[in-house]
Structure formats: structure tokens, C-alpha cells
């Protein structure tokens, strides 16, 4: 007897069952930018239901002594920098021979505006329109295989899983080689990463805990018309590090951190400082309904006192909209 044919009476748990199910799904699937210290959200990497899909629309206010849409950092001591930026993404989870493939694709645009140097020249500028489109691919090597149906997905666990994820963004945003400050970078550049996720403890709605960490390693072309000169950036060392815990089965929360080193610029062979700072931050989580879901995040550098360090805080607002097909057929089997 299917559940379409049961008595009133007995149909009670299918409502429950496919709020679970779709909760299961979108919480899966958070997907949100790369800005403000270039960082990965939490839980971005946790794995879902393969054929998941999430479309995600951000906003971020950031500022700061660098250009925040570009994740070099090119410090400029003394500049005060300012963006609105909105992004709207998408992201899907595929099995491939038996692990998660995720790809994911983001599209950055707004304003930024503000004060910089370059060269012992000053610039007061301002730059609106659509910044670099970047795309990212992933796939777990270590944890649970692919998550092919719902059976797998209510035993999912994540336990310790690791990815290899390789970002690349494009240089075709608008950039106006006569500004210093643009949200086109005119220069290619990316990075390579392992994301690495660790269960503490049970895995049970609304009291998930877990350690999640990202090294990564990025990688920049040179700008040969930036303002009328070269630009170089050598390899710049991240380490991300998240520790998330549910306070219900539809509220979390995280605590974020973000170093980064290296990532020396030279602007014409003079060098600036290379990068050693660390930004420290708070992440919370609502989901809202069956597909919905809501998160609002802040990040600052905390050793940031001397004129030549990176300085730099922002905040972060996302919608995230999840789904599945076998999930929304569910749905239509309870109307």
C-alpha cells in the first residue's frame, strides 16, 4: 500500500518524512562567494544528494585598505576602499565513478569606490558593473562515496572527507585600465585547494558539530596595464578553518578564520610587503523553509595595526534557493 492510498490516518509521517528530506537536501548544497579574504563559507563543502542543485543571491558590503573583489590583496597604505557588490551563483553535486563531483559557477557585480595609490600617484575613483565570473571543480577522493539516493542520503556522514577543488577566474569583468580601482581584474588567476571536513561527534540534525579547514594555494598572471603599469603578484598561501555547530535542526552557526601569506605584488619591479594576516569572523544560519535558506556573516583582520597590513572587514547576506527532483516530485505526491 503506497502512500497515496493510505487512510487519512496513516499519511501522517509523509508530510514530516519529505520536510526532512528536502531540509537533508538544501542544507547540503549552501553555496555562497569568494570576496571579502577570498573565503569559502561553512559547510560549502559537505556533500548532498547527487543531481542537488543550488542558485544562490548575495550581498556584501566590504571595505578596506585594498581593492575587496580582488583576492591578491594589493595592500595601498593610507587608501580607503569601498564596495557593494552583489553575486548570484549556481552549484550542482554529480556522481562520478563513485565519488561527488561539485561544480559551481559565481557571477560578481556592484559598486567600489574609494581612495588608492599606485606608483606614489593617488586616485579617487569610482567603478560600477559586472566584476570577473569564476568557475570551480571539485571531487572528493576521501569520505562517503557519491550520494546516489535517498537511502544514502539519510545515512550520510561526512566523518573525515577531503577534495581536491580547483577555482579559475576569468578576466573578462568590465576594468578600465585608466582606474586603479575596477571589479574586473584584467589578469587571470585561481587556485588549488584540499578542503577537508571533520565530523565531531553524532550526526543528528540540530546537533552537528564540525571542524572544517581549506589550504589553498593561489596562483596570478601579470596585469601588464594597470594604470599604465605591470603588475605582478607572486603565489599567495591561504588557510581556511570553520568550526560549525547546530543549535537546532534549522539554526546554526560557525566561527570562521582566514590566514593568508605571501602574495607579494610588484607594481613596475618595486615590491610592497608580502601578506601575513589573519581575519577572524561569525557566520549564522536559518533555513527558512523546504528550500530556503538565509545566512549573514562578518569577517575582520585582527593584526592589521601597521600602516603596510592588509585591513579589511565586511559583511555578508545570502538566499539560497536548494532542490531536487525526487525531493519536489515528493512534494507534489503530498499535495
Same mark, same amino acid.
Given at each position: 500500500?503506497?502512500?497515496?492510498?493510505?487512510?487519512?490516518?496513516?499519511?501522517?509521517?509523509?508530510?514530516?518524512?519529505?520536510?526532512?528530506?528536502?531540509?537533508?537536501?538544501?542544507?547540503?548544497?549552501?553555496?555562497?562567494?569568494?570576496?571579502?579574504?577570498?573565503?569559502? $563559507?561553512?559547510?560549502?563543502?559537505?556533500?548532498? #544528494?547527487? +543531481?542537488?542543485? &543550488?542558485?544562490?543571491? *548575495?550581498?556584501?558590503? %566590504?571595505?578596506?585598505?585594498?581593492?575587496?573583489?580582488?583576492?591578491?590583496?594589493?595592500?595601498?597604505?593610507?587608501?580607503?576602499?569601498?564596495?557593494?557588490?552583489?553575486?548570484?551563483?549556481?552549484?550542482?553535486?554529480?556522481?562520478?565513478?563513485?565519488?561527488?563531483?561539485?561544480?559551481?559557477?559565481?557571477?560578481?557585480?556592484?559598486?567600489?569606490?574609494?581612495?588608492?595609490?599606485?606608483?606614489?600617484?593617488?586616485?579617487?575613483?569610482?567603478?560600477?558593473?559586472?566584476?570577473? $565570473?569564476?568557475?570551480?571543480?571539485?571531487?572528493? #577522493?576521501? +569520505?562517503?562515496? &557519491?550520494?546516489?539516493? *535517498?537511502?544514502?542520503? %539519510?545515512?550520510?556522514?561526512?566523518?573525515?572527507?577531503?577534495?581536491?577543488?580547483?577555482?579559475?577566474?576569468?578576466?573578462?569583468?568590465?576594468?578600465?585600465?585608466?582606474?586603479?580601482?575596477?571589479?574586473?581584474?584584467?589578469?587571470?588567476?585561481?587556485?588549488?585547494?584540499?578542503?577537508?571536513?571533520?565530523?565531531?561527534?553524532?550526526?543528528?540534525?540540530?546537533?552537528?558539530?564540525?571542524?572544517?579547514?581549506?589550504?589553498?594555494?593561489?596562483?596570478?598572471?601579470?596585469?601588464?596595464?594597470?594604470?599604465?603599469?605591470?603588475?605582478?603578484?607572486?603565489?599567495?598561501?591561504?588557510?581556511?578553518?570553520?568550526?560549525?555547530?547546530?543549535?537546532?535542526?534549522?539554526?546554526?552557526?560557525?566561527?570562521?578564520?582566514?590566514?593568508?601569506?605571501?602574495?607579494?605584488?610588484?607594481?613596475?619591479?618595486?615590491?610592497?610587503?608580502?601578506?601575513?594576516?589573519?581575519?577572524?569572523?561569525?557566520?549564522?544560519?536559518?533555513?527558512?523553509?523546504?528550500?530556503?535558506?538565509?545566512?549573514?556573516?562578518?569577517?575582520?583582520?585582527?593584526?592589521?595595526?601597521?600602516?603596510?597590513?592588509?585591513?579589511?572587514?565586511?559583511?555578508?547576506?545570502?538566499?539560497?534557493?536548494?532542490?531536487?527532483?525526487?525531493?519536489?516530485?515528493?512534494?507534489?505526491?503530498?499535495?
Amino acid at each position: 500500500m503506497n502512500d497515496a492510498t493510505k487512510r487519512p490516518g496513516e499519511r501522517g509521517n509523509f508530510a514530516p518524512r519529505s520536510r526532512r528530506l528536502a531540509a537533508a537536501t538544501l542544507a547540503l548544497t549552501i553555496f555562497c562567494p569568494m570576496l571579502a579574504l577570498a573565503q569559502v $563559507p561553512p559547510r560549502f563543502y559537505w556533500k548532498s #544528494l547527487s +543531481g542537488a542543485n &543550488a542558485v544562490p543571491v *548575495i550581498y556584501q558590503s %566590504l571595505s578596506g585598505n585594498a581593492n575587496p573583489v580582488d583576492p591578491a590583496h594589493v595592500v595601498s597604505p593610507d587608501s580607503s576602499v569601498d564596495a557593494n557588490v552583489a553575486i548570484v551563483g549556481y552549484a550542482r553535486m554529480m556522481p562520478l565513478f563513485d565519488r561527488t563531483l561539485t561544480l559551481a559557477v559565481l557571477q560578481p557585480m556592484g559598486r567600489i569606490s574609494g581612495e588608492t595609490s599606485v606608483a606614489a600617484l593617488t586616485y579617487d575613483q569610482a567603478a560600477n558593473g559586472f566584476g570577473d $565570473p569564476m568557475i570551480e571543480a571539485g571531487i572528493n #577522493l576521501i +569520505g562517503p562515496k &557519491a550520494i546516489r539516493n *535517498i537511502p544514502d542520503l %539519510l545515512r550520510y556522514e561526512p566523518k573525515l572527507s577531503l577534495d581536491v577543488i580547483v577555482d579559475l577566474a576569468f578576466p573578462i569583468g568590465e576594468y578600465d585600465s585608466d582606474q586603479a580601482l575596477n571589479l574586473g581584474q584584467n589578469r587571470w588567476y585561481g587556485r588549488l585547494g584540499t578542503p577537508v571536513v571533520w565530523q565531531i561527534g553524532s550526526w543528528v540534525p540540530g546537533r552537528r558539530t564540525t571542524l572544517e579547514a581549506l589550504p589553498s594555494v593561489w596562483f596570478f598572471t601579470d596585469n601588464d596595464d594597470y594604470v599604465g603599469q605591470t603588475l605582478s603578484t607572486d603565489p599567495m598561501f591561504q588557510l581556511e578553518a570553520h568550526l560549525t555547530r547546530d543549535f537546532t535542526e534549522h539554526f546554526w552557526g560557525s566561527l570562521d578564520s582566514t590566514y593568508v601569506a605571501g602574495g607579494k605584488s610588484t607594481v613596475n619591479g618595486v615590491g610592497g610587503d608580502a601578506l601575513n594576516n589573519l581575519g577572524v569572523g561569525l557566520t549564522l544560519g536559518y533555513q527558512i523553509n523546504d528550500n530556503l535558506s538565509f545566512t549573514a556573516g562578518y569577517m575582520a583582520t585582527v593584526n592589521d595595526s601597521d600602516p603596510g597590513d592588509l585591513q579589511m572587514d565586511g559583511f555578508r547576506l545570502s538566499l539560497t534557493y536548494g532542490w531536487h527532483k525526487i525531493v519536489e516530485g515528493q512534494k507534489r505526491l503530498k499535495e
